[in-house]
Every structure is written in structure tokens, then in C-alpha cells.
T-cell receptor, first 117, second 112 residues
């Protein structure tokens, strides 16, 4: 059982380059999300999705795009990377009916460390 | 909008000391409450969770948390910490729509 798989684990970009962070989960979770983690700022929600074909913005969506064509995959695209996007990115999923009808806990991927020069 | 506040940014304790990390949330509706732990170099893992019922919940590794509805608080406790508890701890809330909000985190350093 792989859980949440993120790739790549490390990436260095130059300002203006584009890239996609991949995220896949095999737990049939309806909800998937992307967070960025910066020192002293906790985890901030970038985008999230409650099912295939449905996405919505989180707290810090600017500069990022997402799509959800399948239940399993939720890629995060940086269209034109900026140094301010240097961060550790986590993909996370949960079941909306995880525990006695309540939303379950988030399951996290291993993280992707992105550096933008 | 929901928000989470963690009062302690960095806590340093000696082994066997007791731990209490504060967490307050702001949200007018029903929430689910969580504590996650992130060991150095790793991703976040669930420590414990509260949905309803007994406000005192027990998690892994001897941790527990108490939900006090009137104070909008969900403080984390452990009677006796170990060096291996050195990590960053995050309080989080979500609604039944799934969207989760995290506090800024508390870094715990346990000295052997």
C-alpha cells in the first residue's frame, strides 16, 4: 500500500522555468490538496480538490495551477517559477467519510523540496 | 474562515519533563481536531484526532489531548517526554468538507 506518492523529491529551477509536481494516491480518497511549508509559517494550503473535475483555491494559490482528471492524481503546476516559490511542498489526501461519517485525517506524501534560483 | 493558533513556537525540555502545547482555533461550526507530528526530515504523521464524544483523546506514543469547547482549545499533553519526541508539532482543524487549516507549528527539543 503506497499511500501518497510525490515526485520529484528535489528540484532546482531557474526563475521563469515551469514544472509540474506529481502526486498520486491509492487509497481512493475523494479529497486531495497541496500545501507549502516554510519556516515559522506552518503549512499553507495552495489548492485542493474534493473529487475528479473539481478544484478550488486555498490560502496561497497565486503562481500555481492544478487539475484533477482522475481520483488518484493531483498534479501541481508552476507556470513561471519565482524565488518566492522556494519551499517544501506536500501533497495530502483524506477520506471525506473516513471515520464514523467524519472527515478523516490527512495522509501526506514525503514532500518535494523546490529551490528557485 | 477557520484559523488555528499555537502559542509556543519553540519549547525546550529535559527528558522526563511534562509537556503541554497550546492550540486554539477559531470557527463557528463543527470541526474535527488533529495533532500531527513531523520528525526531522520526514513528512507529517497523525498523532491523535478528535471528532466527538469523550473530550480527552489518547494518541500514539503516550500523547493525549483535551478538547475544551468553551475555550476553543485542543491542547496536547504528555506526562514524560523522551529524546525521541524531538519534532515539530502541528495542530489542525478541518470541517466535514475536508479543508484543513494548520497552526504555525511548535518545535519541541528534548535534551537527553
Amino acid at each position: 500500500n503506497a499511500g501518497v506518492t510525490q515526485t520529484p523529491k528535489f528540484q532546482v529551477l531557474k526563475t521563469g522555468q515551469s514544472m509540474t509536481l506529481q502526486c498520486a494516491q491509492d487509497m481512493n480518497h475523494e479529497y486531495m490538496s497541496w500545501y507549502r511549508q516554510d519556516p515559522g509559517m506552518g503549512l499553507r494550503l495552495i489548492h485542493y480538490s474534493v473529487g475528479a473535475g473539481i478544484t478550488d483555491q486555498g490560502e496561497v494559490p497565486n503562481g500555481y495551477n492544478v487539475s484533477r482528471s482522475t481520483t488518484e492524481d493531483f498534479p501541481l503546476r508552476l507556470l513561471s517559477a519565482a524565488p518566492s516559490q522556494t519551499s517544501v511542498y506536500f501533497c495530502a489526501s483524506l477520506s471525506l467519510l473516513g471515520d464514523r461519517g467524519h472527515t478523516g485525517e490527512l495522509f501526506f506524501g514525503e514532500g518535494s523540496r523546490l529551490t528557485v534560483l | 474562515a477557520q484559523s488555528v493558533s499555537q502559542h509556543n513556537h519553540h519549547v525546550i525540555l529535559s527528558e522526563a519533563a511534562s509537556l503541554e502545547l497550546g492550540c486554539n482555533y477559531s470557527y463557528g461550526g463543527t470541526v474535527n481536531l488533529f495533532w500531527y507530528v513531523q520528525y526531522p526530515g520526514q513528512h507529517l504523521q497523525l498523532l491523535l484526532k478528535y471528532f466527538s464524544g469523550d473530550p480527552l483523546v489518547k494518541g500514539i506514543k503516550g500523547f493525549e489531548a483535551e478538547f475544551i469547547k468553551s475555550k476553543f482549545s485542543f491542547n496536547l499533553r504528555k506526562p514524560s517526554v523522551q529524546w525521541s519526541d524531538t519534532a515539530e508539532y502541528f495542530c489542525a482543524v478541518n470541517t466535514n468538507a475536508g479543508k484543513s487549516t494548520f497552526g504555525d507549528g511548535t518545535t519541541l527539543t528534548v535534551k537527553p
